[in-house]
């Protein structure tokens, strides 16, 4: 849902290679733990390749509305395959994306930071109310709204620490617009959470082994 959009050299190499390099940290983190971990089984790589499909297709389905908004599946990717392995998802889906013009090389490491958090705010979500009498799909949709509302929190620091070369907008201008933005994205997410929701309860009633772990 929250995606930096803009094309290289909107920020500056100085924050490019900051978003870069935690982003490489991230990653290598992810890697570490699905390494040193329990390891990666037959199933967690379908799923890994199944969500990579879907999230790349769904990357490219723009709705008209400000300029353009997506739903991405970052919330499935965390509740089904977890933050380490969805870590790798969202980096790969960035790379495809960037290759067809969807958002600049240099804005790959950022959006993994953005996407990440949607991913692991969805997952920790999900497990925490796992913990309650909440339905599947209540625990699902609210991980969805949680996870894309804090994705979009990070969209717009990240824009508004980095500045927009060329823009002549102050902060609070850009933050302005930036809002509306991520208001036109919630309401999109209530859409992908009611999708998310569904998706979970049919995997929780036909394959119930696929969300533990």
């Known amino acids: 849902m929250a995606h930096?959009?803009?094309?290289?050299?909107?920020?500056?190499l100085q924050w490019i290679s900051v978003w870069w390099i935690l982003a490489i940290v991230?990653?290598?983190?992810?890697?570490?733990?699905?390494?040193k971990g329990k390891g990666i089984d037959s199933k967690t790589i379908t799923i890994a390749g199944m969500l990579n499909a879907?999230?790349?297709?769904?990357?490219?389905?723009?709705m008209p509305?400000?300029?353009g908004v997506h739903m991405n599946l970052t919330p499935l990717i965390g509740i089904l395959g977890g933050p380490a392995v969805g870590g790798v998802i969202v980096l790969i889906v960035n790379i495809l994306s960037a290759a067809i013009g969807h958002g600049g090389w240099g804005m790959i490491g950022a959006n993994v930071l953005v996407n990440m958090t949607e991913v692991s705010a969805a997952y920790g979500t999900y497990k925490?109310?796992?913990?309650t009498k909440v339905s599947t799909f209540a625990r699902a949709g609210s991980a969805?709204?949680?996870g894309l509302f804090l994705g979009n929190i990070a969209m717009i620091a990240v824009i508004l620490i980095s500045g927009?070369?060329?823009v002549t907008q102050s902060r609070i201008d850009m933050l302005y617009g930036l809002s509306l933005l991520a208001g036109v994205n919630m309401g999109v997410a209530v859409i992908e959470a009611i999708v998310t929701g569904?998706?979970?309860?049919?995997?929780?009633r036909a394959r119930p082994d696929m969300l533990r772990g």
Request: hydrophobic fraction near 60%; proline fraction near 0%.
């Open 26 to 35: 991230l990653i290598s983190l992810c890697l570490y733990w699905m390494r």
């Open 198 to 204: 569904y998706i979970v309860s049919y995997i929780e």
């Open 128 to 131: 925490w109310l796992g913990k």
């Open 144 to 146: 969805v709204l949680i």
């Open 4 to 12: 930096i959009h803009l094309e290289d050299g909107a920020f500056t």
């Open 164 to 166: 927009v070369q060329g």
């Open 54 to 62: 879907a999230a790349f297709a769904i990357f490219q389905v723009n």
């Open 65 to 67: 509305l400000f300029g």
